[in-house]
């Protein structure tokens, strides 16, 4: 049985090594996500500047959702979706590659579009690869429209930005 609880410093080493299994797939088709090598100073970075919610079997982690409001600076400045007001936006999202066709991804979008709703956001955004269609898919299936294409810096790809509205 898994177990919704927020993020904790401590959970960083965990947490990043479970984001470096369930993102592996994607660095071997040659896609520099962050979460691929991101060390645990980055994972605290990341899931300590928003709302971080882990879904646990014990006290291993078996999926992450980190969302964000206002989105952050960087993406601001590279996106006029993510800029605009009112905006919350879905970062880093992991589910470990042995959890994967429970619902545990699912789950932790619900947990985060509540958060943004009583947050005061009007919409939800979300980035990601192009050549990941399978995500490109998923997020479409939760709602969210392509607004436009942007180019991270130091990224092998192209990132589609998603948005949809709050609720």
Not at 28 to 50: I, S, W
Not at 74 to 93: H, I, V
Not at 114 to 132: C, I, K, M, Y
Request: hydrophobic share 40%.
């Amino acid at each position: 049985m898994y177990r919704l609880r927020p993020f904790e410093p401590a959970d960083a080493p965990a947490l990043t090594a479970m984001l470096h299994r369930a993102y592996a797939e994607l660095g071997g088709r040659g896609l520099n996500f962050t979460a691929v090598d991101q060390t645990e100073r980055t994972t605290l970075k990341r899931a300590g500047t928003g709302a971080s919610w882990l879904l646990v079997d014990g006290s291993r982690i078996a999926a992450s959702l980190t969302m964000t409001l206002p989105p952050h600076e960087t993406l601001r400045r590279l996106s006029r979706t993510a800029a605009a007001p009112g905006r919350a936006w879905l970062n880093q999202m992991a589910v470990d590659p042995a959890d994967r066709g429970q619902g545990l991804a699912s789950r932790l979008w619900a947990v985060g579009r509540r958060w943004a709703g009583d947050a005061g956001a009007s919409h939800l955004g979300v980035d990601t690869a192009e050549p990941a269609a399978h995500l490109v898919e998923l997020y479409t299936a939760w709602g969210f429209a392509r607004r436009e294409t942007v180019q991270w810096p130091g990224k092998t790809y192209r990132s589609a930005v998603m948005e949809r509205p709050c609720g």
